[in-house]
């Protein structure tokens, strides 16, 4: 085979595993769309659980911004079906492309780090990836329906807060998940008790929040301590998981407007809701985040120390 045909068929494999990513990208943009709408508040398409914002900006994160048709034409789809009319589905889904795309532009030039190894790290993925970059989608989203007579302008803000609720929370809690769970891995040499451990830790994160959102009482400063549990003996891992669970708890909670979210309105209900899961987030990932750095520095500390063992060692007559 000529030289030529070889750099041909590396670039013809190259292009299809593209193209196979930007699917994969849509598919599951669209399938995690169909998740978020069980939970949907407003007009039938307005949820505050919309998990393919996260997938979204941790797309961008892992493959770049080369994957933007995926999301664009996963929104698309999502939306074609539920949108008043053509031309208000088509501003959504640019609403819902343009928005990831320039969370992910402001987490890069904040110098983000995907391992979420760093303080910063954690802070730049709620403040400038969730809180900031959704801001885009909810604005353009609610503006077309308004315009567009599908809702009226009164419910102008309240459907606002549903949107952007749902799409920060989408990055909050599902964009470190998938970050983690990407570079996961068996560990080696965990005994039987780190095991029963997490199997508590899991089974006490769920009991405990399930309570805390069925409660009529306002309870949900009890989930606090599990995630501390979490981020301290299980690092990022086990804060992205507890996050993760305890969110779409008090997502499922808001949407049935039960315990600490019942007698509300649905902007009030949806500050609280954005409050406590902004809360836990921050919460996990900081935690987390400051864990793995004493962590990371302590190991660092003894491998020099041993080095240096080391060159004493042989340096001694």
Known sequence: ????????????????????????????????????????????QVTPLWPPTGIAVAALLVFGVRIWP?????????????????????????????????????????????????????LALVFLGALAGMLISATVGTGILALSGAIRASDFWPTWSVWWTGDAMGVMVVTPFLLVVRRAHRPSGIGPARWAEAAALAVCTLAVTQLATDAAASLLFLVSPF????????????????????????????????????????????????????????????????????????????????????????QDP
Not at 2 to 9: G, L, N, Y
């Open 70 to 122: 995926g999301i664009a034409l996963g929104a698309l789809a999502a939306n074609i079906t539920i949108g008043p009319s053509i031309l208000p589905v088509l501003v959504i889904a640019a609403g819902n492309t343009v928005a990831p795309i320039c969370s992910y532009l402001l987490l890069r030039r904040a110098e983000f780090h995907n391992e979420l190894d760093r303080l910063r790290d954690a």
């Open 227 to 314: 995630l501390i549990w979490a981020a301290f003996r299980f690092e990022r891992a086990g804060a992205a998981c507890c996050a993760l669970a305890v969110s779409t708890l008090a997502i499922l909670a808001a949407g049935r407007m039960t315990g600490p979210f019942a007698h509300h309105g649905l902007l009030t209900n949806m500050i609280t809701l954005q409050a406590f899961n902004g809360s836990t987030a921050l919460t996990a990932l900081l935690l987390a985040a400051v864990v793995t750095e004493r962590n990371s520095t302590y190991r660092e500390i003894k491998r020099l120390c041993v080095q240096l063992s080391e060159k004493v060692t042989r």
């Open 1 to 44: 085979m000529s030289d030529a045909a070889v750099v041909d068929s590396a670039r013809l494999r190259q292009q299809t595993a593209k193209l196979l990513t930007v699917l994969a990208v849509a598919v599951c943009y669209y399938a995690t769309a169909r998740l978020g709408l069980l939970q949907q508040l407003v007009r039938g």
